[in-house]
């Protein structure tokens, strides 16, 4: 039953993946690219997670869980940088002076660098079962880049909803946010958060086309 829910949410995951990456070959814009790197690894994510009791523990189901960390891990802060992009597309003119894209980028570069120090360099993975699904969990995991992550997207989300942008950024960043609480007693809402997230990245970056006489964004 719970495979089958994973299973889901990696079909939702796939269909905002093929949306960014229309989105992206359309308009080429820079700030999508984040979204299609961060959709297609939440994929795997899931499939693997809907997979591991099929797999069974061992070296192979090990093996197949590392990219899920690295993903993690390098692709997340990414988040940063489309929601700039965003907010840039809202007409915030203070989001194109260089010293907000080095700060956000500066940030992004040091959560990338704590993301792979703490799920690749400190990277020790244990099974676990729970729901009747299998995985391998790094046991030595500190959250530190995604909180910040969704932080950075909560603010970014109100600065949006404020400038007419639609309040599609902030309901998912603090969908993340609320079901990170409840992770602990439900396996499977840290992953619904996560498809709430990145629907509500992706509509945004849909309804906000960028003019023609717009700068690139960063």
Do not use: C, K
């Not at 949410?9 to 308009?27: K, S, W």
């Not at 965003?86 to 260089?98: C, E, I, Y």
């Not at 969908?175 to 602990?184: E, G, K, N, R, S």
């Not at 619904?192 to 690139?216: I, N």
């Amino acid at each position: 039953m719970m495979a089958a829910v994973f299973f889901a949410y990696a079909v939702g995951h796939l269909a905002l993946f093929l949306a960014a990456l229309t989105r992206l070959v359309r308009f080429r814009t820079l700030a999508t690219l984040p979204l299609v790197i961060v959709t297609l690894g939440l994929v795997y994510d899931n499939v693997m997670i809907a997979l591991g009791s099929s797999i069974g523990a061992g070296e192979q189901l090990q093996q197949l869980s590392v990219p899920r960390y690295f993903l993690h891990a390098m692709a997340t802060p990414l988040l940063m940088l489309a929601a700039l992009g965003l907010v840039q597309r809202s007409g915030a003119t203070w989001s194109r002076s260089p010293a907000a894209i080095f700060l956000l980028s500066a940030l992004v570069l040091g959560m990338i660098a704590t993301g792979f120090w703490s799920d690749m360099i400190m990277l020790h993975m244990e099974p676990e079962t729970e729901d009747g699904l299998l995985t391998y969990t790094n046991v030595n995991s500190v959250p530190i880049a995604p909180i910040v992550t969704v932080a950075v997207l909560i603010a970014a989300g109100v600065v949006l909803w404020r400038r007419g942008g639609g309040p599609w950024l902030l309901a998912g960043a603090l969908a993340q946010l609320a079901v990170t609480f409840a992770a602990d007693l439900m396996s499977f809402a840290g992953n619904l958060g996560e498809l709430a997230l990145l629907a509500g990245m992706v509509w945004s970056d849909w309804r906000l086309a960028p003019s023609t006489r717009q700068r690139p964004e960063a």
